[in-house]
Structure formats: structure tokens, C-alpha cells
Nanobody, 126 residues
Framework: VQLQAFGGGLVQAGDSLRLSCAAS????????MGWFRQAPGKERKFVAA????????DYLDSVKGRFIISKDNAKNSIYLYMNSLKSEDTAVYYC????????????????????WGQGTLVTVSS
């Protein structure tokens, strides 16, 4: 399985950005997927996750109401729509796939994810 994340860039506070993650090598329709981020000098942190079908989602409290995760199984992709961006959202964003997931569960722990994309940098200037 290969995951490729893209869509990052330099934006101003209050702007919006959409990240994409394309999977290849295996269909993602039977797996939960997530987005994580790592700010400079900090540990990787869970941001959002989505279940197999896309019906169940989970978010880090600080992004609830601003970020939306979605899954398009036909395109083997997930997306992260980021609105009202803040300087504290600056980080490298990684997508990941949980191949052990059940259809009704999603997890926040990074160690539970099996495959990771290469990361895409989001920089929010204030």
C-alpha cells in the first residue's frame, strides 16, 4: 500500500485549504483512514479519522467545526478540508491507513495505523 498526501502550502490565517491522500496497491474501502500532523519540535498528533464507508468520523477537539474529513472509496482517496486556519495548525500533515480496523470503529492512536504517506507541509501565517 502506498499513500501519497498532497495539497499543503502557505496560507494566511483564516484561509481554507484542502489536503488529499491517494492510496494505491490496495482498495481502501475496507479500511479506516486518518490524518495526523506534526508541528516543529512536537510529537505527531491525531487530527481526524474516517471509517471504512466514510459514515463515522472523529476529530481532534481543536479542529472540530473547522476541519472536515471525507472518504471517496471510488477514488481510493481521503480528503481533509481545513477552514478558518490558525497559526497553530502549521505542521506537516500525514495520512495513514488502519488495515486492522473494523467497519464500525476508528482509532486515534498512531501506532494502530499500518501505512503512512510522506506528509505535506501546511504553513499558516498570522
Amino acid at each position: 500500500v502506498q499513500l501519497q498526501a498532497f495539497g499543503g502550502g502557505l496560507v494566511q490565517a483564516g484561509d481554507s485549504l484542502r489536503l488529499s491522500c491517494a492510496a494505491s496497491g490496495r482498495t481502501m474501502s475496507r479500511y479506516a483512514m486518518g490524518w495526523f500532523r506534526q508541528a516543529p519540535g512536537k510529537e505527531r498528533k491525531f487530527v481526524a479519522a474516517v471509517s471504512h464507508s466514510g459514515a463515522i468520523t472523529d476529530y481532534l477537539d481543536s479542529v472540530k467545526g473547522r476541519f472536515i474529513i471525507s472518504k471517496d472509496n471510488a477514488k481510493n482517496s481521503i480528503y481533509l478540508y481545513m477552514n478558518s486556519l490558525k497559526s497553530e495548525d502549521t505542521a506537516v500533515y500525514y495520512c495513514a491507513a488502519d488495515l486492522q480496523s473494523r467497519s464500525w470503529t476508528i482509532v486515534r492512536r498512531g501506532d494502530d495505523y499500518d501505512y503512512w504517506g510522506q506528509g505535506t507541509l501546511v504553513t499558516v501565517s498570522s
